[in-house]
């Protein structure tokens, strides 16, 4: 096929006529041709002869098929007569024939975590161990699921030792009872316990001093002694409960009540309710802790009778402390303030107090590294059953009143050195009012003493008393089921008006181990360093030239093992010795400890 183009071009005209004998196919090409010669001609157009002139281009084109002219596949293929094909059978047959191979594939097994089994847990258990120096200690607790929600708890608690310490002229048996009774439910939103206890216990003031009947003939001295009743017993009725609710206003609520009494007709009652809540304000939680603490009590008379009218005490503290938390990014601040006002029997010990309540922690890497502070003041409600359990050698003769703790000053690190490996060390800076210090009493050698009057008792006295403190601890899991920690305290005490901080130990180091050896053999050991304290005593019938100074009571260290047999998943045997260095330290002045002792005994775990 040929086809002819005839382009013209006139004089100064910037258009084209294009006549086309073709089809629209070739039209567009031709078109685009025709755009880039004129293109051309634009940019050569200046410095060109503007008489072009007319020119006749035949183009020749070989043969072009078109669509047309194309072999065409059908739509439709022909179908084969299903009838006309042939179907054959085939016939399939195994010919068993071995082959020798030396390819053994190795079967693959997956690495998967080792799960130990979980153990059993029992609701209820009941420990028994004698020992030497009659020593008895004997533990049973129980709890019975009244409902989904609802349960029932008893505990009896007993440890006793018929005493025995060498060059202890008095008795030193003594006997700790208590008993429990709790009922209580965990709902959804609700929790709640109450709890009634009665404990006794027996001690005796066997504590008399080394020098003591030195104003008497030995004999005389002896007989003394011999005649002292040195028995004291505290009783104490108990109850206590709690509430805890999420979603209110009301979060939780404390509630104690303590009854003391002793074998010398002392006699106190202490009360304490505290209730806390909780609401929003400005999208913050405030927090609001209301508490009542009172305390009211008596006792006969003061010491060595030298007045024989009864001591009578009574302080009620009523308090608000408000406080709110705040988190910033890895900050967590705590800010409050707590407001006392605390009302005594006599009418001059009326005092209002306002006390700091500020914490913070800031997470420096992690879990790895926390630090933390805070500065915290409170008035502490000092009781004659709280002494009494610091130290069972008191005399029935405190004088009792509240501790007002100014400050308490803290800034420390915690975290992790490894990922079974903890710290905590911190620094504090303490101001006390009227802080409560053991000391001995002072004493006489006459039969008219009481029993607790011959240098074998304590009172408590009260200094202003600043305190600089370091603590550190460490807790580790070396391997698979070994524990190891260890915590250190260093202390210095600034004194107002007494000689020394009585019995404040300026170190304290306690360490603990326990090892699983197998699966039912376990072991576990504990020491611990008490440094030097002070003390002082004097015999007044004795004149002194120069008043004799400060006693010193030796630091001392102890260490106890024990090694556990778990028979079964219920029964398990134990022996424990303690004091295993055999010292016999004073951690009282006058009042030697045991020594070496050695218990065997049993525990079993049981449901109903």
Not at 486 to 507: C, G, H, I, M, R
Not at 515 to 529: D, R
Request: hydrophobic letters at 35%; a negative charge.
């Amino acid at each position: 096929m040929m086809f002819k183009n005839r382009i013209k071009s006139l004089k100064n005209k910037k258009s084209i006529i294009l006549v086309l004998n073709s089809s629209k196919f070739q039209c567009g090409f031709l078109l685009l041709f025709v755009l880039f010669f004129q293109f051309s001609f634009a940019q050569d157009k200046k410095g060109k002869n503007d008489n072009i002139g007319t020119e006749v281009v035949n183009v020749v084109k070989p043969y072009t098929p078109t669509i047309s002219d194309a072999f065409k596949v059908k739509e439709v293929p022909p179908t084969i007569n299903e009838e006309s094909a042939k179907k054959e059978n085939v016939n399939y047959s195994i010919l068993s024939f071995p082959v020798a191979s030396t390819f053994a594939p190795a079967k693959g097994k997956a690495q998967g975590v080792e799960k130990g089994a979980a153990e059993r847990l029992f609701n209820n258990y009941a420990t028994l161990g004698v020992g030497n120096y009659g020593n008895v200690n004997a533990e049973l607790y129980v709890t019975e699921n009244l409902n989904n929600n609802e349960y029932l708890s008893g505990m009896f608690r007993h440890n006793s030792s018929q005493g025995g310490i060498k060059n202890v002229l008095l008795d030193d048996f003594y006997y700790d009872t208590k008993v429990d009774l709790m009922y209580g439910s965990n709902e959804q939103y609700l929790t709640w316990n109450f709890k009634v206890g009665f404990q006794n216990q027996v001690y005796n003031w066997y504590g008399l001093p080394a020098d003591f009947g030195s104003t008497l003939p030995v004999t005389n001295g002896l007989d003394l002694a011999y005649g002292i009743n040195p028995q004291q017993s505290y009783n104490a009725l108990t109850a206590n409960g709690s509430l805890a609710y999420e979603d209110g206003v009301l979060n939780d609520i404390t509630l104690d009540f303590a009854h003391f009494s002793d074998a010398y007709h002392s006699s106190e009652n202490s009360f304490l309710l505290a209730p806390t809540f909780k609401f929003n304000i400005a999208d913050e939680a405030i927090k609001t802790k209301v508490f009542v603490d009172y305390v009211d009590g008596s006792f006969k008379e003061n010491y060595l009778g030298t007045n024989t009218s009864p001591i009578n005490y009574g302080f009620i503290n009523l308090g608000i402390e408000p406080s709110f938390v705040m988190n910033r990014e890895d900050w967590t601040i705590n800010v409050g303030a707590g407001f006392v006002y605390s009302v005594g029997k006599e009418n001059d010990t009326n005092k209002f107090y306002v006390y700091p309540s500020l914490s913070a922690s800031y997470n420096i890497v992690s879990d790895l590294m926390i630090f933390y502070m805070s500065a915290i003041g409170n008035l502490q409600q000092n009781t004659y059953k709280n002494f009494a359990d610091n130290n069972p050698f008191v005399s029935p003769t405190l004088n009792i009143k509240p501790t007002n703790e100014l400050y308490d000053i803290n800034f420390g690190l915690k975290g992790k050195l490894a990922s079974t490996v903890s710290y905590d060390v911190k620094a504090s800076y303490i101001h006390d009012e009227n802080k409560a210090l053991f000391r001995a009493n002072d004493y006489t050698e006459q039969e008219t003493n009481a029993n607790y009057g011959f240098g074998n008792s304590f009172q408590v006295v009260y200094d202003d008393l600043t305190t600089m403190r370091f603590y550190g601890e460490v807790k580790a899991d070396l391997a698979k089921g070994v524990t190891v920690e260890a915590d250190l305290t260093v202390s210095s005490y600034t004194k107002d008006s007494e000689q020394e901080a009585w019995n404040l130990p300026a170190f304290q180091f306690n360490s603990k181990a326990d090892f699983m050896i197998t699966e039912k053999w376990f072991a576990g050991a504990n020491l611990f360093y008490v440094g030097e304290r002070k003390d002082r005593q004097i015999n007044t019938d004795i004149v002194y030239v120069d008043v004799p100074g400060p006693i010193t009571l030796d630091s001392y260290f102890d260490l106890n093992a024990n090694v556990r047999f778990k028979y079964s998943e219920r029964f398990t045997t134990f022996l424990k010795a303690n004091n295993i260095l055999n010292k016999g330290y004073q951690k009282w002045l006058n009042y030697p400890v045991q020594g070496f002792q050695v218990m065997v005994g049993a525990n079993y775990k049981f449901d109903f």
